[in-house]
């Protein structure tokens, strides 16, 4: 089956204390992303990955560090975590990515999402 | 910067009632996206829309692109409790990027 799978699903943890969420797919795509979900601000992009090896920043990567050295795999990590980092957070991935506007099979497929709180 | 502004942030209804979200920007458009996000579960992805004055049609789901491509909305028809859940826009963002900027959804509550 077709899928993002990402883990943990919960997570409880404190402050400063290093932590990785695993993300990975089984479709071939190059493009992975991770957001994070607040209430009244939508979905946030935090980095995202265009290929092996090639990650970039997005809205909000203050505190979060990834790493892209597989296809399938895209972990996020948090090197000393805060509470501010308590959040929802999803793993996303697409066939190849943005770039082109036009582009109609470009959608995201989203992981089932990691609970995060940071006490 | 770009920004995409969907309203209302929350709206119930009564079962059988119709619904509306917007998604409303101040520059044009590129393609616009919606996904759905049930109650505890992810974002699933709807729908795209290209062209300006596009309308296409899922059941009882009715989603529009704006003549000037600056707004986009989804129409639901005679709700149902299985509609529940958070709606959101997104949009592919301009200038070379490679990523989508997502509106702050909306939550629909449908009272049986």
């Known amino acids: 089956e077709a899928q993002v799978t990402q883990n943990p699903r919960y997570l409880i943890t404190v402050t400063g204390k290093k932590l990785t969420v695993t993300c990975s797919q089984n479709m071939n795509h190059e493009y992975m992303s991770w957001y994070r979900q607040d209430p009244g601000l939508g979905l946030r992009q935090i980095y995202y990955s265009m290929n092996v090896e090639v990650t970039d920043k997005g809205d909000v990567p203050e505190g979060y560090k990834v790493s892209r050295k597989e296809k399938r795999n895209f972990p996020l990590i948090l090197e000393s975590p805060s509470p501010n980092q308590t959040s929802l957070y999803f793993c996303?991935?697409?066939?190849?990515?943005?770039?082109?506007?036009?582009?109609?099979?470009?959608?995201?497929?989203f992981g089932s999402g990691t609970q995060l709180s940071v006490l | 910067g770009q920004q995409v502004m969907q309203i209302p942030q929350y709206q119930h209804v009564q079962e059988g009632e119709d619904f509306t979200t917007y998604c409303n920007s101040s520059t044009t458009l590129s393609n616009i996206q919606w996904y759905k996000q049930r109650p505890g579960g992810h974002p699933v992805f709807l729908i795209q829309?290209?062209?300006?004055?596009e309308v296409k049609k899922q059941k009882r789901l009715t989603f529009q692109f704006g003549e000037a491509k600056k707004n986009s909305s989804l129409h639901i028809t005679a709700t149902q409790t299985t509609d529940v859940g958070t709606y959101f826009c997104?949009?592919?963002?301009?200038?070379?990027?490679?990523?989508?900027?997502f509106g702050a959804g909306t939550r629909l509550a449908v009272h049986p």
């Open positions: 829309l290209v062209k300006s004055g």
């Open positions: 997104a949009d592919k963002l301009s200038g070379g990027y490679n990523k989508l900027i």
């Open positions: 996303a991935s697409s066939p190849r990515g943005f770039l082109i506007a036009t582009a109609t099979n470009e959608k995201l497929f």
